[in-house]
């Protein structure tokens, strides 16, 4: 049975699902920062997912990653596993801009997280609701 | 023409080819760090390969990190592409441990590289080579 990591529980917002992950944003307006996390139980690894989970997952996030690269102007697109603090698998997709709070560091570790407000959150939903669009075979079933 | 971006060429040490990616070791002892460069010039994202690469990208990439990860009892594998300061397309495999220099955090941007002594290196290669055998369809070739 999935479900969330705590952590992840209460640092995100959930987006909605694709094929293999649920999709989260980051709750930090720092950054465009998005994170999926396949819906199996208990796995750490990328390399514990089957090879056609691996793949999928890789799909998922570049249909992720070049929409958001493109429709935010991205100077770079940052793509990781890490989960050396919280164990579920997740895998994030961060838009990272030249001058942006960390550049051209990692995000991780860098600075304490900022909560987007009622507005900026609805602002930045709309955006990756335009991004993002729920397209059918590989699209992102939102669920706000 | 496929050529190493010259930052990517004096940091690390080339180990030798997968059937996509040139196959590094980052000639810093703090971390057990490898680096894979598809050997296709001028790209920058992990979403500009071709679906097939992406997905052999990814399949090289496990293959590193889950013979890493049992041969070194890592605790947790890193796996990016972040690609903020060398634009060359390129991916990172780390195997982290509790309480290494930069635990739990990134490797990236904490601390200076620390070169291998000859020795280190003698006996480093001699470990991933056990780790990371030439077994034909998917291993590594290895050039040292």
């Known amino acids: ?17 694709f094929p293999l992950c649920r999709c989260l944003l980051m ?3 720092q950054y465009p920062w998005l994170i999926l996390v396949p819906r199996h139980a208990d796995l750490r690894e990328v390399h514990e997912l089957t090879e ?9 996030s570049s249909w992720v990653s070049k929409r958001l690269c493109a429709q935010l102007d ?3 697109m ?3 596993n890490l989960g050396n603090v919280v164990a579920q698998l ?8 030249e001058g942006d709070p ?21 602002e930045t939903l709309h955006i990756l609701k335009a991004a993002l669009p729920s397209d059918g075979a590989v699209g992102l079933n939102w669920a706000v």
């Not at 056609?52 to 998922?60: F, G, I, K, P, V």
């Open 78 to 80: 940052n793509v990781a």
């Open 27 to 29: 709750n930090d307006a």
């Open 52 to 60: 056609a989970d691996q793949a999928q997952l890789l799909r998922e």
């Open 1 to 17: 049975m999935f479900s969330l990591h705590p952590r992840l529980e209460a640092d995100t917002i959930v987006l909605g699902d």
């Open 90 to 97: 997740h895998w994030h997709i961060i838009a990272r801009f």
């Open 102 to 122: 960390a550049w051209p560091g990692p995000v991780w570790g860098k600075l304490p997280a900022v909560p987007y407000t009622d507005e900026e959150l609805m």
């Open 74 to 76: 991205a100077t770079k």
